[in-house]
């Protein structure tokens, strides 16, 4: 049977430290194997200064055309940039009413803390910032980037103790105080399950454009198994929060939950296609199983594309 877990906001302290230390003990063992030396290498020169504008050449990126030069002058011109020394990473987490629910060993939204107590801890130990962005009740919560292990603990215990937002919350609001909020590029991973995206595509998707246009934005896409395929059990009693009405779905028949699985492919496809016309990355996240192997196949993928540069 499905759950939903108690809004986090509500956590005892003893509670919130033990599962903070546990995210802590999990991810040291992974910093210290897995993405010890993958970080660098998949997101070098991200963070860049602007230095000249200079003649296309060929091999150049085109996405860093010079649009307005090359139209005064008739031959093409791309913008040239320094790598700092320092990358910038913002984590941001969604943490509507739809990202607490778990069937398996983790909500969504454990999932999401875990992975952002791993991008943190990696970005910490590679001598880069990292800062979080909360989506609240109350609005936007900024934490601003810090490069400390006592920031990490503290954005960690930031993201399971932030009240839920109501269902069917918007995402707008969120994109549009980051384009104020983050001044200089950054790399921004977005962590949700983009539960209404498709219904707020326009307003959402012109944030998010605008926003990839400035800085490198990977979206974390979560599921849970429950959502992916209905479980042979019987009759089910479902709430959906969104419409605030009970449904019953016959888990016994084979077509309803060949309907099911349908439902959810057709929307996954439709979200994936929303984030890539935006010049979004996405990385789909299964919040019952391994949290790490997407990342590192994320990792290995940018790394081929960057023609296997190391830092």
């Known amino acids: 049977m499905a759950r939903t877990q108690q809004a986090t906001g509500s956590m005892l302290a003893p509670e919130l430290v033990a599962r903070v230390r546990q995210v802590e003990l999990y991810t040291h063992r992974l910093v210290s194997t897995a993405l010890a030396g993958s970080w660098r290498s998949t997101f070098r020169g991200q963070g860049v200064e602007f230095e000249e504008v200079r003649p296309y050449q060929p091999g150049?990126?085109?996405?860093?055309?010079?649009?307005?030069?090359t139209a005064r002058t008739g031959e093409p011109f791309v913008k040239a940039f320094r790598e700092e020394r320092e990358l910038c990473l913002q984590l941001v987490v969604d943490t509507s009413l739809s990202m607490d629910f778990g069937t398996g060993v983790r909500s969504k939204r454990d999932a999401a803390a875990q992975l952002c107590a791993l991008f943190a801890t990696v970005c910490v130990r590679s001598q880069d910032r990292v800062g979080l962005t909360l989506f609240g009740p109350q609005g936007m919560k900024h934490l601003?980037?810090?490069?400390?292990?006592?920031?990490?603990?503290?954005?960690?215990?930031?993201?399971?103790?932030?009240?839920?937002?109501?269902?069917?919350?918007?995402?707008?609001?969120?994109?549009?105080?980051?384009?104020?909020?983050?001044?200089?590029?950054?790399?921004?991973?977005?962590?949700s399950d983009f539960v209404g995206l498709e219904r707020d595509e326009r307003a959402v998707g012109d944030r998010l454009r605008r926003l990839a246009m400035r800085h490198d934005v990977i979206a974390l896409s979560f599921?849970?198994?429950?959502?992916r395929q209905l479980p042979e059990v019987g009759i089910l009693?479902?709430?959906?929060?969104?419409?605030?009405?009970?449904?019953?779905?016959?888990?016994?028949?084979?077509e309803v939950r060949a309907r099911w699985s349908a439902a959810y492919q057709a929307r996954h496809r439709s979200i994936r296609s929303i984030l890539t016309r935006c010049g979004v990355e996405a990385i789909d996240i299964d919040a019952g199983a391994d949290l790490v192997d997407?990342?590192?196949?994320?990792?290995?993928?940018?790394?081929?594309?960057?023609?296997?540069?190391?830092?």
Request: with cysteine; glycine share 6%.
């Open 223 to 227: 599921s849970d198994p429950f959502e």
């Open 144 to 191: 601003k980037p810090g490069k400390s292990s006592v920031h990490v603990q503290r954005l960690i215990r930031d993201v399971f103790a932030a009240p839920v937002t109501p269902a069917g919350t918007s995402l707008e609001p969120i994109l549009e105080g980051l384009e104020r909020a983050i001044s200089r590029r950054s790399m921004i991973l977005l962590c």
């Open 237 to 254: 009693e479902l709430y959906d929060p969104l419409r605030d009405r009970r449904i019953e779905v016959d888990g016994r028949s084979a």
């Open 60 to 69: 150049d990126d085109v996405r860093s055309i010079d649009w307005n030069v």
């Open 294 to 311: 997407p990342v590192l196949e994320f990792f290995r993928r940018r790394r081929m594309e960057r023609g296997g540069r190391r830092a």
